[in-house]
């Protein structure tokens, strides 16, 4: 069976960096793109990108640029999150979710989440 | 980016009831909408994709509708298990971008 496993929760202070993991199995890792979303406490959901893990290319949202960097790890078929500069509303729990891929681009699986929180 | 606006923001409904809850892009987005329900301290489930496609597993009392900039999602029964917060998402364009969210509660 699919199954998305994130690393533990984080607490950062500002200005740090953050580096969440995501674990797949139970299907070809490569064969899925990787999208990240996040949510800030009691808010909604907020895209940040996503990760072709043939390859590696990556897209982000414009927000996140020059902050967010996606890589994988085929070997290990593990997709990275890292979020540099951290602000105090970078607090938020981050997941990774997969990419259905079969015309039109939807969530089927995602990760349970990495609480991060940056406090000083 | 394209808004997604979602209505009611908040919704008390009884099981049996049959709700509906409504999407609408800020331009057309084809049918490129997805509904996903998310539970308390959970990880949001899709529900259905491309406008009105069912996710596997996901009970048929769950149906959408729409195109363009304008789609309903209708629980035909409450459930128990259906009291959450269900959101929208466009996947026509980057940035991706989701509702604010309808949060169904018990009456």
């Known amino acids: 069976q699919v199954q998305l496993v994130q690393s533990g929760a984080e607490v950062k202070k500002p200005g740090a960096s953050v580096k969440i993991s995501c674990k797949a199995s139970?299907?070809?890792?490569?064969?899925?793109?990787m999208h990240w979303v996040r949510q800030a406490p009691g808010q909604g959901l907020e895209w940040m990108g996503i990760?072709?893990?043939?390859?590696?290319?990556?897209t982000y949202a414009q927000k996140f640029q020059g902050r967010v960097t996606m890589t994988r790890d085929t070997s290990t078929s593990t997709v990275y999150m890292d979020l540099s500069s951290l602000r105090s509303d970078d607090t938020a729990v981050y997941y990774c979710?997969?990419?259905?891929?079969?015309?039109?681009?939807?969530?089927?699986?995602w990760g349970q989440g990495t609480l991060v929180t940056v406090s000083s | 980016d394209i808004q997604m606006t979602q209505s009611p923001s908040s919704l008390s409904a009884s099981v049996g009831d049959r709700v509906t809850i409504t999407c609408q892009a800020s331009q057309s987005i084809s049918s490129y909408l997805n509904w996903y329900q998310q539970k308390s301290g959970k990880a949001p489930e899709l529900l259905i994709y491309g406008a009105s496609t069912l996710q596997s597993g996901v009970p048929s009392r769950f149906s959408g509708s729409g195109s363009g900039t304008d789609f309903t999602l209708t629980i035909s029964s409450l459930q128990p298990e259906d009291f959450a917060t269900y959101y929208c998402h466009q996947s026509y364009y980057t940035p991706y971008t989701f509702g604010q969210g309808t949060k169904l509660e018990i009456k």
């Open positions: 139970g299907y070809t890792f490569t064969s899925y793109y």
């Open positions: 990760i072709n893990p043939n390859g590696g290319s990556t």
């Open positions: 979710a997969r990419d259905r891929r079969d015309g039109y681009t939807s969530f089927d699986y």
